[in-house]
């Protein structure tokens, strides 16, 4: 059975970087496009980017470039930064798995809440 | 970018069938996919394909989807079924997924 797990600070400080980690277990990265999608407090599901497995990656435009998706598949993980974040970027980060040539996300980790807060 | 709109809620008695809809600019010649999201957790698949159900989602949960609307309907609604639904589609013109709103359902 495929489980993602997300990691990393639950704080981060006004205009500095978020960076998250999904690990991915009882599964292999080859084949596949992890995303991450994040929900704000109260709010819907806002798509951030994806990586495919090969390394080629895209972004949700209105980020404006802030977000950075990369991959280690020695460690069967892919990462999320987020610079120059703000209150507006607090919300729940979710990692998702896509299979390539399919349009929808079949497994999804549990879910990391990043607070922006000085 | 394509809008996807979604009712913020339905409401529905136990055992009666509960219909949300997803609107969007001729949705019916789109691929609608739905999520089921509880409390606390990750969104859960529970329609792919407008109406291709995953494995070890009930039959009580079905799609469909025609001209601008798509819709999830579950019948026979349990307590357990209290959740947020999202609609999602791919947007072929950014090459990025769209969510819905969300619908929160209310069991009564």
């Known amino acids: 059975q495929v489980q993602l797990q997300e990691s990393g600070p639950g704080l981060v400080k006004p205009s500095e970087t978020l960076s998250l980690t999904c690990t991915v277990s009882?599964?292999?990265?080859?084949?596949?496009?992890w995303s991450w999608i994040r929900q704000s407090p109260g709010k819907g599901l806002e798509w951030i980017g994806d990586?495919?497995?090969?390394?080629?990656?895209n972004y949700n435009p209105s980020l404006k470039s802030r977000a950075t998706i990369s991959l280690d598949t020695s460690k069967n993980q892919f990462s999320l930064n987020l610079t120059s974040v703000t209150a507006a970027d607090t919300a729940v980060y979710f990692c998702?798995?896509?299979?390539?040539?399919?349009?929808?996300?079949?497994?999804w980790g549990q879910g990391a809440l990043v607070t922006v807060s000085s | 970018s394509y809008v996807l709109t979604q009712p913020p809620s339905v409401s529905v008695a136990p055992g009666k069938t509960a219909t949300i809809t997803c609107g969007g600019n001729?949705?019916?010649?789109?691929?609608v996919h739905w999520y089921q999201q509880k409390p606390g957790q990750a969104p859960v698949l529970v329609i792919h394909?407008?109406?291709d159900r995953p494995s070890g989602i009930p039959e009580r949960f079905s799609g469909s989807n025609s001209g601008n609307t798509a819709t999830l309907t579950i019948s026979g609604v349990e307590a357990g079924d209290e959740a947020d639904f999202y609609c999602?589609?791919?947007?072929?013109?950014?090459?990025?997924?769209?969510f819905g709103g969300g619908t929160r359902l209310t069991v009564l």
């Open positions: 998702a798995r896509r299979v390539a040539g399919l349009y929808f996300f079949d497994y």
């Open positions: 009882g599964g292999s990265i080859s084949g596949y496009y």
């Open positions: 990586i495919f497995y090969i390394g080629s990656t």
């Open positions: 001729n949705i019916g010649s789109e691929a």
């Open positions: 394909y407008d109406s």
């Open positions: 999602q589609v791919w947007d072929s013109s950014s090459d990025h997924p769209v």
